[in-house]
């Protein structure tokens, strides 16, 4: 996997830790979504990163029963691992609230709204945000919008999924129904967008800091789940290429599309600029992969930020506001 030539990657260090003011900490990952081979990765990272720096931190696998599991083991906090639908979408996050224990991320409303890509985009065009043009299928009726609406051609994807789960490029009338249909198989709702045609960038945010922008550039027809995971041709560059303004404007957009949808804590917005330049928002991620080699680490990193002190930071938004704002800078114990 290459960041682009040339890039300069400042030092980091293993941040100075006091373990003891976060406890027993559960990383739940897992579950039962398309994602969950993704969130397993995702968890077993996230949790080697919280050992290394001395915390008693275990890793549950958000299957039937873990919820009774959870509060009988006395953790005193989560670490949302979890990917997709029944772990990223507010359903964890409501069942873990009712609980009382504090988890990390987005609260309940800020993981349902960015978990459903219509309703993120209804917010964000009430808004004068911009997104692609769209129409959501139900039903035979609304494909037969489709072409009139958006013309060719178009992406059809799950409104509910993640890691381009069920996506496609239809490019003609022939190709639509088969389109739907392989989205519908995921989600009874889908959701197609005008294609845009220009350059794919994702911006991570941890609190409100924005951090630096990825451009991602795949040979395939756009960055499909083979692009994610399997190929060797994906690239990642980071200087993303923009003009410090425009990657100040873009960071501000994203950030504003993150807070819009009630995202907080942290996650990763990606959008897309077309040939003209002009950014379109594509969707919000809640819970973002956390793989070493996942988008949000590498974004941190070209900050200055290790694997170990993003975690950390990412599970100080578990604690109380104005202990998560405190220093960690304690000796450890
Ligand atoms: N309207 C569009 N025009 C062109 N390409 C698009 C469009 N919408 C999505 N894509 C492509 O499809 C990919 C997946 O889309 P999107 O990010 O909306 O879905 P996702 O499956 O939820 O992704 P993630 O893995 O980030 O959760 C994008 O990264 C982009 O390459
Ligand atoms: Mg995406």
């Not at 890793?59 to 953790?75: H, I, K, Q």
């Not at 489709?146 to 009338?173: F, N, Q, T, W, Y």
């Not at 294609?195 to 756009?222: D, H, Q």
């Amino acid at each position: 996997m290459s960041t682009g030539s040339g890039n300069v990657v400042k030092q980091v260090s293993l941040p100075a830790v006091d373990a003891r003011r976060y406890g027993r900490v559960a990383v739940l990952m897992g579950g039962t979504s398309a994602e969950r081979e993704v969130s397993l990765q995702t968890g077993s990272a996230v949790c080697a990163a919280l050992q290394r720096s001395g915390i008693d931190a275990r890793t549950v696998d958000a299957v039937t029963g873990f919820l009774p599991e959870l509060s009988r083991s006395g953790y005193d906090r989560v670490f949302i691992a979890l990917h997709g639908r029944g772990g990223e979408d507010g359903t964890v996050q409501g069942a873990l609230a009712t609980l009382g224990m504090p988890f990390t991320g987005s609260g309940v409303l800020g993981s349902a709204l960015a978990m459903d890509k219509v309703r993120s985009k209804w917010i964000w065009q009430c808004h004068g945000l911009p997104t692609p043009a769209s129409v959501e299928v139900t039903g035979s009726a609304d494909l037969a919008r489709v072409l009139p609406e958006l013309g060719l051609p178009v992406m059809v994807k799950p409104v509910h999924e993640g890691s381009s789960c069920g996506a496609s490029r239809v490019i003609d009338a022939a190709g639509l129904d088969a389109a739907w249909r392989k989205a519908r198989a995921l989600d009874e709702r889908v959701l197609v967008e005008q294609w845009i045609n220009g350059a794919e960038y994702t911006v991570a945010i941890l609190g409100e800091r924005v951090l630096p922008i990825i451009k991602l550039e795949t040979p395939n027809e756009f960055y499909d789940y083979e692009a994610k995971y399997l190929a060797e041709t994906t690239r990642y560059l980071c200087p993303c290429g923009l003009s410090a303004e425009s990657e100040h404007e873009l960071g501000q957009l994203a950030l504003r599309a993150f807070q819009l949808v009630g995202a907080s804590g942290w996650g990763r917005v990606d959008l897309m600029l077309d040939d003209h330049g002009r950014p379109s928002l594509l969707e919000v991620n809640t819970v973002p992969g956390m793989t070493s080699h996942s988008l949000v680490p590498m974004a941190a990193r070209h900050a200055g930020i290790s694997f170990e002190e993003l975690v950390l930071q990412i599970l100080d938004t578990s604690l109380p506001a104005a202990s998560a704002d405190g220093p960690r800078e304690v000796a450890r114990a």
